[in-house]
């Protein structure tokens, strides 16, 4: 167990690689209770959200959910966060546990009258079962058939174990999946009874360190390491969450400059040759030069190789560019690589 | 329990006397405190190691740790199956993961290091 942003959080049950293999090929279960959850309530809340996220929350349906950087003024990134659109006047935001005091007092000082902020945080509890068997699993202890629950959706008020839940199809790992947000009561025996159901399908509880490699492969960013106040959505690869279109949102100033002027860096993923890690903060060169740092690196059990991510001058960004990364004292190679790192199988069309 | 024909070092390291040679790995303990050994760095063969300083790298997924030597000499060879399958670590960590084989200068230096007991005492495990 390990601090996590002011939580006790388990890094591994029973080993990283094991539990990010089964995640792969089977199901993991991972308590993400330690995230948090805003919700705006009243007439202005979807003006509030659409105000405060790059993304167009406006295109949201009663029961969709999208991704979304939260930008400064100068298209900064504050957080990475979900928008749920609970029913017309009431959206749920779920941001990282490592931001969301921080986020709270942002949304707080933005929102005016006409919606209330609440922090639902400690009311609200979070279960992932991520995996090809996670629908199968989760099946069992439900009436409401999953399948009707698509990648980005959600429905509340669903039984499952015989407690009240959200479930939403949505995850971290690149696999699919679902997100059980349940009353902080009711956690442990959902817990148990996800365990219990998926056993002869060898779902393992799985922890931080297999949420990283799992993330990571799936190109996934980890705001606090690959994006923060002093980088953009442009600049993370996140352009695509950018609706600059739909009118106007903190941040929307800077990031129409900054797109007519052109990113000087730009987020890219590499390979290394070697098995070494390339960790946070460590340089990586082009022919002997440092031209940037790594922001995440790991050992990518599905991919077997040292994967990272890193910022590169935008030349330097292309896939097959030859990099390296410095590594106690050593210049080990590399070659930047198109996200994401793995692609789970899709199945065959019919 | 550990294996009393071992020597063992504060920082986990195992060494074994064989004949005028030491074979160098690290324990069980610290493997599995390390789980998920993805890469291990070794020193060259001629390479000078030195008593309790640091002679290479065991790296998993969460942390690097450096390996200590737990006697001075030459590396006189390394185990190039373990970086080819770094994993044996958490398999084998007294057999087939040995890292390096010494040849010491002054085997007076293992008795600075522990024996089993001391060392299953330090790890907070009782002895068989």
């Known amino acids: 167990m390990v601090p996590f942003g002011g939580w006790e959080m388990p890094v591994q049950y029973s080993g990283i690689i094991e539990e990010h293999l089964a995640v792969r090929t089977r199901a993991g279960l991972f308590d993400v209770s330690h995230m948090g959850e805003v919700e705006l309530a009243g007439p202005g809340a979807l003006a509030l959200a659409q105000r405060l996220v790059t993304n167009d929350v406006a295109r949201l349906a009663v029961g969709q959910a999208l991704y979304t950087p939260m930008c400064t003024p100068e298209g900064g990134i504050i957080d990475d966060l979900l928008v749920y659109r609970l029913d017309d006047a009431r959206l749920m935001l779920v941001v990282n546990a490592t931001n969301t005091q921080e986020d709270l007092a942002w949304i707080r000082a933005h929102a005016a009258d006409d919606v209330r902020v609440i922090d639902r945080t400690a009311e609200v509890a979070l279960l992932a079962l991520q995996g090809p068997r996670s629908l199968a699993i989760l099946q069992r202890l439900t009436p409401t058939p999953l399948e009707t629950v698509p990648y980005y959706r959600f429905r509340d008020g669903v039984e499952v174990a015989g407690r009240r839940t959200l479930v939403s199809r949505t995850g971290y790992t690149g696999e699919d999946g679902f997100e059980v947000y349940c009353a902080p009561g009711d956690a442990p025996h959902l817990w148990s009874a996800i365990l219990e159901a998926g056993r002869p399908d060898g779902v393992l509880p799985a922890g931080l360190g297999a949420r990283d490699t799992l993330r990571l492969e799936a190109g996934y960013l980890l705001h606090g390491n690959d994006m923060d106040t002093a980088t953009t959505p442009l600049e993370a690869g996140l352009g695509w969450t950018v609706k600059l279109q739909k009118g ?23 390979t290394l040759e070697e098995r070494a890690i390339a960790r946070h903060g460590f340089a990586i060169l082009h022919e002997g030069t440092p031209i940037g740092r790594v922001t995440s690196g790991t050992f990518g059990p599905s991919v077997g190789k040292s994967i990272g991510l890193g910022y590169l001058p935008p030349e330097h960004a292309e896939p097959g560019r030859r990099v390296a990364v410095e590594i106690r004292g050593r210049a080990v190679p590399g070659v930047v690589t198109k996200l994401p790192f793995y692609t789970r199988p899709q199945p065959a069309p019919a | 329990m550990y294996p009393k024909d071992l020597r063992y070092s504060k920082e986990h390291e195992w060494a074994r006397t064989e004949g005028n040679r030491v074979r160098v790995g690290i324990t069980k303990f610290a493997a599995d405190r390390l789980s998920d050994v993805v890469y291990v760095e ?62 010491p200068r002054d085997l007076a230096e293992l008795d600075r290091l522990m024996d089993a007991a001391a060392y299953a005492a330090m790890v907070g495990e009782a002895t068989s």
């Open chain 1, 248 to 270: 106007e949102f903190i941040g929307a100033d800077a990031l129409r400059r900054q797109k007519a002027v052109g990113i000087s860096r730009r987020l890219a993923g590499f």
């Open chain 2, 42 to 103: 070794l020193p060259q063969v001629g390479a000078e190691v030195s008593f309790m300083q640091p002679f290479g790298v065991v790296e998993s997924v969460k942390a690097v740790s450096d390996l200590y030597a737990p006697v001075s000499g030459r590396v006189a060879e390394i185990n190039r199956a373990l970086v080819e399958k770094p994993e044996l670590i958490n398999t084998d960590p007294y057999g087939e993961a040995w890292m390096i084989v010494v040849e």
